[in-house]
């Protein structure tokens, strides 16, 4: 989670398009590998990382239903694309297109997972950020516990419904 005395700056960071942020974790979300663009676009050392959860880069304003969805699909095997913005060890942010899979073990069973992040196109960010905003703002309005988390879910389902898309074909139709 956020480290205490951590401000948000509002600065937005970037990253060039054929740069790819990298990392693994084991099961639990702790990580195990990052590669240097995660490390200069996050600001940490890899000391600071390696053996972390990975939420150590999650943004206050990111909606936790976005990532109940992300952990619900990678636990069960399954890949998944999102977007993701995420803070600096500064406060500033980032945005990614994450790609998230997980790593099966011989026995089936997931042994950790992969994620590689690419800098998305600005004109998706018109779109998924007033969409995050209000995913979070419904959270936040019913409590931001469970309550909150359910409330962000029922309204992302909603929206995806009105769409006719799953999540999925929204994230890849942007």
């Not at 977007?83 to 500033?92: E, F, I, L, Q, T």
């Not at 590689?116 to 779109?127: C, H, I, K, Q, Y």
């Not at 998924?128 to 959270?139: I, K, N, Q, S, T």
């Amino acid at each position: 989670m956020l480290h205490t005395g951590v401000h948000l700056t509002g600065r937005e960071r970037t990253f060039p398009p054929d740069e790819i942020i990298v990392s693994k974790t084991d099961p639990k979300g702790r990580l195990t590998y990052v590669n240097d663009v995660f490390l200069e676009v996050a600001g940490y050392t890899e000391a600071e990382l390696i053996g972390k959860s990975h939420s150590v880069i999650r943004h206050p304003a990111m909606p936790r239903t976005v990532f109940r969805r992300l952990w619900d699909t990678i636990r069960g095997g399954r890949e998944i694309f999102a977007y993701v913005n995420n803070r600096a060890k500064c406060g500033d942010h980032y945005w990614v297109l994450a790609h998230i899979t997980p790593n099966l073990a011989a026995d089936g069973g997931v042994a950790g997972y992969h994620s590689s992040r690419r800098s998305p196109r600005r004109a998706v960010l018109d779109v998924v950020g007033p969409l995050y905003d209000r995913l979070r703002a419904a959270e936040l309005q019913a409590g931001d516990g469970a309550a909150g988390m359910a409330a962000g879910a029922r309204l992302l389902d909603d929206i995806l419904a009105g769409e006719g898309v799953s999540y999925e074909e929204f994230v890849l139709g942007l």
